[in-house]
């Protein structure tokens, strides 16, 4: 059973940076596709990016493009958001979740949370002066 761990939230100040990391467990994270989401207190869990099992095809909410930047180390399994230039919209639990490989296509181009299959606990990013 594959197991999702966030970790790297925190407290940060406009303008400011984090990276987040999701550690996988029990499977090999080659053969999922992951994707970043976050909920605000009140609002939908809505998409931040998603990303292929091999790493090639990634795809950003209009809101993060230009300031995240999803990556992925299948050897270390572990994919990484690095949130440049924060603002306190972006305040929100950070979750990371997997679906299987053979949906690549359709869940990197989507990246809707229906389509993920596990998840993690979350890590709470807060961007506050």
């Known amino acids: 059973q594959l197991q999702l761990v966030e970790s790297g939230g925190g407290l940060v100040q406009p303008g400011g940076s984090l990276r987040l990391s999701c550690a996988a467990s029990?499977?090999?994270?080659?053969?999922?596709?992951i994707g970043w989401f976050r909920q605000a207190p009140g609002k939908e869990r809505e998409g931040v990016s998603c990303?292929?099992?091999?790493?090639?095809?990634?795809n950003y909410a209009d809101s993060v493009k230009g300031r995240f930047i999803v990556s992925r180390d299948n050897a270390k399994n572990t994919v990484y958001l690095q949130m440049n230039s924060l603002r306190p919209e972006d305040t929100a639990m950070y979750y990371c979740?997997?679906?299987?490989?053979?949906?690549?296509?359709?869940?990197?181009?989507?990246?809707?949370?229906?389509?993920?299959?596990?998840w993690g606990q979350g890590t709470q990013v807060t961007v506050s002066s």
């Open positions: 979740a997997a679906e299987p490989r053979h949906r690549d296509t359709i869940v990197v181009v989507t990246c809707t949370h229906g389509d993920f299959e596990f």
């Open positions: 990303i292929s099992s091999s790493g090639t095809s990634t």
């Open positions: 029990g499977r090999a994270l080659d053969y999922y596709a």
